[in-house]
């Protein structure tokens, strides 16, 4: 509308997707990019990139003293990574949905997870767990010049407005 929808709460949310190495090796991008797209959120920012231990070890800096720690900077700098930002309406929590539970074994059929993952070592993709984390995390991945402000067609369809 003319108004620009601004008015309704937490429609302008928005989350870091990545998809890890596993998952770009196993040519899934294209798979997760589908499941946001279908759902109705708004791609703002994407890139492929090859994640170094800095970015990484801030990303995960509230993991720093777990045993997995180690292996897990290991994986996600063993190839590249496709960083991403979604917009919509509850896109974080919605995305966790999305994602499934961060243990594969536990994660429900229908999930990203639970659809292509059996070990939490190789669980696929990431998404932010809050809004102040996604807030952190995206402008630790991204450039505020590498976000893009757009309107999409479809998007008092999506809102019902
Ligand atoms: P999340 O990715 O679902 O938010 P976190 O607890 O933040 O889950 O863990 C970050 C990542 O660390 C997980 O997605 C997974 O790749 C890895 N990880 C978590 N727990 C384990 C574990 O017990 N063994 C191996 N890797 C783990």
């Known amino acids: 509308s003319l108004l620009g929808n601004r008015g309704i709460p937490g429609i302008q949310e928005r989350t870091l997707v990545a998809v890890k190495p596993d998952g770009v090796q196993r040519r899934l991008v294209g798979d997760v990019i589908k499941r946001f797209e279908r759902r109705g959120f708004k791609l703002v920012g994407m890139k492929l990139l090859q994640a170094n231990e800095g970015i990484l070890s801030e990303h995960y800096h509230e993991l720093r003293r777990?045993?997995?720690?180690?292996?897990?900077?290991?994986?996600?700098?063993s190839g590249p990574v496709v960083a991403m930002v979604w917009e919509g309406f509850n896109v974080v929590r919605t995305s966790r949905a999305m994602v499934g539970d961060t243990n594969s074994t536990e994660a429900k059929p229908g999930t990203i997870r639970g659809d292509f993952s059996v070990h939490v070592s190789r669980n696929v993709i990431h998404a932010s767990d809050s809004v102040e984390t996604a807030q952190r995390e995206i402008s630790l991945w991204f450039h505020s010049s590498e976000l893009v402000d757009w309107e999409c067609c479809d998007h008092n369809i999506t809102y019902q407005l």
Request: aromatic fraction near 24%; charged fraction near 10%; charge should be positive.
């Open 66 to 77: 777990k045993p997995f720690y180690p292996a897990l900077i290991h994986y996600m700098t």
